[in-house]
């Protein structure tokens, strides 16, 4: 999750597919987001770059539909169905996840724990 | 389509039916004829193309009876009040009316559509300056020795400045005719300052020589709206050598000083060896200048070229051409003045006035003879107020120093304070609360500032916690 200032983003993802669950007229997730780039970034717990402001997972609601599909506490979300959430302000995030008429969101997100899965099992001498 | 061919067809026969009427005025200058209707500020009267064709020939006829429209292309116009003082009662009425200045003749109209014009002055040989004694804002005056005082007043501080250098344009239209060609020609520049400022000085510029400023001044220096001086246009030797050769200009009148005229001010250092007092002049006129010239790339070749001069001149006049930088503007003015009247010294002996220039220099520049700065006298001050009335950006840029030094004098002041509790040797707590409250409002703002370094680092969170709380949506 580092990011160097003009070169492209890179990160090591996990792609999450959450289906919404419907709560009488409403489409819930099961999740919390906070960050974007009209919020305070220095405020995240969750980030190591505190300059980032991406948008992060707050809050996973036991049981829901996030926690099922495997979405956990910390996670920056990269892409929602295709749409970046890299530079987004927090209300555009929150709309590009709470479309009504949709009822998959595709995420992107990454983790630390990932890159440094990734690392490890790229340092580890591969069989020969 | 159409439309467009028919402007372009409108807008030559303009031309050319002004033309004509110009020649024809030229050829009867008495008479007021006005045969066109054209008008640029009134679209309506595009159409109906003098179909009034009344009789312009006979000279007898007022000269009022003018309608707006017939008076063609104008030098000049706008609004203006016009101070009227009823004969018996007591009252100055301040009457607006729409005035039209074309070559010297001032006519004002009760309105844009007017048929005939309400007054007409023509304005050759007056006096055109501000008004202070007026309480009136913005106003100016004009006056003549034989003919009475005519008061104005402009709505606006660029108005004012526009219609003083109009007015005063117009009055020096005869006074000094045969430069008329070369002072029209910087007339318009110096209005349209930027702009054709750009245009008018590079040929000039490059080709000039002191023998040439010389020249400036012997021409007729009552102008008071300082249009700058033929010379320009008729360069007559270039010496154009190796030297760096800053461009010149020279004012003619050394009270007046319109925005443009002050931007060409700079001096030709092509002899500035053999005169090192006219160099010197020329770095502390300079000084001034530069500071305030449009981006023009002869004013940055002149900035340049000021950077090397400066530093090679060591003489006495160094320290009071430092002096005399943050001094107003209106002793550049006269510094310049002056200058024009140096090279007449000059003439006559190139070092023999030395001390004499030394010490015009230092009067202008508000110092004792020993280099003390003198406080202003109050000529001096209404000099600089004048100045300042006809150039906006002077005014501005004296506010803004006058600003900055008192800003620069209560921060010493309050310098002083800290140095006192400081240097107090055998302070102690008690001390240090008397001072404290003493100087309750500066140590607030000592802590404020320190507040604000220390922000970026520690007092983010603080601050963020009130300011932009973490914003965290369910969904």
């Known amino acids: 999750m580092s990011f160097v200032p003009g070169q492209p983003v890179t990160a090591v993802v996990e792609r999450i597919e959450i289906q919404k669950l419907s709560q009488g007229p409403n489409l819930v997730l099961g999740f919390c987001i906070g960050g974007g780039i009209d919020q305070d970034p220095g405020q995240n717990p969750f980030s190591d770059d505190k300059a980032d402001k991406g948008i992060y997972v707050t809050r996973v609601s036991p049981g829901g539909p996030a926690d099922v599909a495997g979405l956990k506490i910390g996670d920056k979300i990269m892409q929602v169905n295709g749409w970046d959430m890299t530079v987004v302000t927090h209300d555009q995030a929150r709309k590009k996840l709470t479309k009504k008429n949709e009822h998959v969101v595709r995420l992107l997100v990454t983790r630390k724990t990932l890159e440094e899965a990734v690392k490890q099992s790229m340092s580890r001498p591969g069989p020969s | ?475």
Not at chain 2, 192 to 215: F, G, K, M, N, R
Not at chain 2, 317 to 322: A, D, E, P
Not at chain 2, 381 to 406: G, Q, T
Not at chain 2, 409 to 419: R, T, Y
């Open chain 2, 1 to 475: 389509m159409f439309a467009k061919v028919w402007s372009d067809f409108e807008r030559t026969v303009r031309v050319k039916l002004l033309s004509f009427k110009q020649w024809w005025q030229a050829a009867f200058p008495l008479s007021v004829s006005n045969r066109m209707a054209a008008d640029d500020y009134n679209p309506v009267s595009l159409r109906h193309k003098s179909k009034k064709k009344s009789q312009r020939g006979n000279v007898t006829m007022s000269r009022r009876r003018i309608s707006v429209k017939q008076l063609g292309q104008p030098d000049h116009q706008g609004w203006l009040y016009r101070k009227k003082e009823s004969k018996g009662f007591l009252g100055m009425k301040w009457k607006k009316y729409w005035f039209v200045l074309k070559k010297t003749a001032l006519y004002w109209y009760t309105n844009q559509l007017a048929e005939k014009a309400e007054g007409y002055i023509d304005l050759t040989n007056f006096m055109v300056d501000v008004a202070i004694e007026c309480r009136k804002k913005y106003a100016f005056k004009a006056c003549h020795p034989q003919v009475l005082m005519f008061y104005f007043a402009a709505e606006s501080q660029e108005d004012m400045s526009l219609w003083l250098n109009k007015l005063g344009l117009a009055s020096i239209q005869y006074e000094a005719p045969r430069q008329n060609a070369a002072t029209e020609c910087y007339s318009e520049a110096s209005d349209h300052e930027e702009a054709e400022s750009t245009e008018i000085p590079p040929p000039p510029y490059s080709e000039q020589t002191l023998q040439d400023t010389v020249d400036a001044p012997s021409q007729p220096g009552t102008t008071h709206q300082g249009s700058l001086p033929p010379p320009y246009s008729s360069t007559a030797s270039s010496k154009t050598n190796g030297s760096p050769s800053s461009p010149i200009s020279t004012m003619t009148s050394e009270s007046s000083a319109s925005s443009v005229s002050k931007q060409r001010q700079s001096w030709s250092d092509v002899n500035s060896q053999s005169l090192p007092p006219a160099g010197e002049t020329a770095v502390v006129c300079q000084v001034q200048v530069h500071l305030h010239q449009a981006p023009q790339e002869e004013g940055e070749e002149d900035d340049r070229e000021e950077e090397e001069d400066r530093p090679s001149e060591n003489s006495g006049l160094q320290n009071f051409s430092n002096s005399s930088g943050p001094k107003e503007e209106s002793s550049t003015a006269d510094q310049q003045g002056d200058v024009v009247a140096a090279p007449d010294n000059r003439d006559d002996g190139n070092n023999s006035d030395e001390m004499e220039k030394l010490y015009i220099h230092l009067k202008e520049a508000s110092l004792s003879p020993i280099g003390d700065r003198k406080p202003s006298t109050k000529r001096e001050f209404r000099a600089s107020f004048v100045k300042r009335c006809k150039n906006k950006n002077i005014n501005e840029k004296l506010h803004v120093m006058r600003v900055l030094n008192s800003t620069l004098k209560s921060k010493e002041a309050d310098l002083q304070a800290i140095e006192q509790i400081l240097s107090d040797t055998d302070l102690n707590s008690e001390k240090f609360k008397e001072w404290k409250e003493a100087n309750a409002p500066l140590v607030q703002e000592i802590c404020i500032k320190l507040d604000q370094q220390g922000a970026s680092e520690a007092v983010n969170p603080a601050a963020s916690t009130i300011a932009a709380q973490v914003v965290e949506t369910s969904i």
